[in-house]
């Protein structure tokens, strides 16, 4: 067959099924926590950065209960991409606690930034330390959230777990309630400042304070390893909290199922480390995201492939 007649099929076919389709792109799903902390602004940026950036690829964001549901969610590939803190993904990784049916194929990323564990309560006499919430009404997180988990492992270190009334309450639904006076207290681990902590310091009634509580962290580190830390949340971090606070820290980790393919991975770290800008502009705790913390393996479950590939272009070896 002549090279005309050749190029001549060609062209009815074309104009029997239409012109080539342009290539689909490939959906990125990023599970975050509520609107109100800050997994989903910093998922949102996340979301737009490789929508931008990585040709091929479109990326979305689920509001979700925070680390646990994430995890579960990754487990089951109903999302691609996870934010988490530390000690749940430990949890999942190794089947532990909140995932004692089994352990989940869950690997690291990157190291994002650290959570402060906020213990937020009202001025008041009665409660200037943890051990006063013995018997008093508090909000826990929500349920399926790491917030929850880390709550619990405080309130053991006190030796109160079993005397608080606890509540499992959305962030949102607990900062209503602490302003109604239907709780007494509320924990939330996040990124400082938390938007809907500050919305309770910027209406500047009630007043509200932060308590100290970092002498917890070496009995939560002895009993659940070496996953938390001596934080502290700056003076004026938050409106009207004009002295720093003492607490429990955590770090945030972004995961992946075990089975994401190496090179997706292997995108996503690198668009997050060379488009960071995007990220911090969605919120300021991106400004943690360091390769430093990379190297220290501020993670405590292992780091995906792809994620290793480009560690090592850094001259950064992991294992």
Not at 74 to 85: K, P, W, Y
Not at 226 to 239: D, E, F, Q
Request: hydrophobic share 45%.
């Amino acid at each position: 067959m002549s090279y005309h007649r050749q190029l001549a099929g060609t062209v009815c076919l074309l104009a029997a099924f239409g012109a080539p389709m342009a290539q689909e792109k490939r959906p990125i799903s990023i599970g975050t926590g509520f609107a109100q902390g800050v997994y989903f602004p910093m998922g949102s940026g996340l979301a737009g950065l490789l929508s931008k950036h990585v040709p091929g690829y479109a990326a979305s964001v689920e509001a979700t209960g925070g680390s646990v549901d994430n995890l579960k969610l990754l487990s089951t590939r109903r999302i691609d991409v996870g934010f988490s803190m530390a000690d749940a993904s430990w949890d999942a990784y190794s089947g532990l606690d909140k995932f004692k049916g089994g352990k989940l194929p869950v690997r690291a990323l990157l190291v994002l930034y650290p959570n402060s564990l906020h213990i937020v309560t009202l001025e008041r006499a009665d409660l200037t330390k943890p051990a006063d919430l013995k018997g008093k009404q508090v909000a826990t997180g929500a349920a399926g959230s790491a917030t929850e988990v880390m709550a619990l492992r405080l309130l053991e270190a006190y030796g109160i777990d079993k005397d608080v009334k606890r509540q499992r309450m959305s962030l949102e639904d607990s900062v209503a309630a602490l302003k109604e006076k239907k709780i007494d207290a509320l924990f939330w681990s996040g990124g400082v400042p938390t938007a809907a902590i500050n919305a309770i310091a910027g209406s500047g009634e009630p007043k509200f304070k932060l308590l100290d509580h970092d002498e917890a962290v070496e009995d939560m580190v002895r009993k659940h390893g070496p996953l938390y830390a001596k934080h502290v949340i700056p003076a004026n971090a938050y409106a009207g909290v004009s002295r720093p606070t003492k607490v429990a820290g955590v770090w945030n980790i972004l995961v992946v199922n075990e089975s994401l393919p190496p090179q997706v991975a292997y995108d996503i770290v690198k668009a997050i480390f060379e488009h960071k800008g995007d990220m911090v502009a969605a919120h300021k705790e991106a400004e943690n995201i360091s390769l430093q913390f990379q190297k220290n393996s501020a993670s405590p479950i292992p780091f995906h492939p792809g994620a290793l590939r480009y560690f090592a272009e850094k001259g950064i070896s992991l294992k």
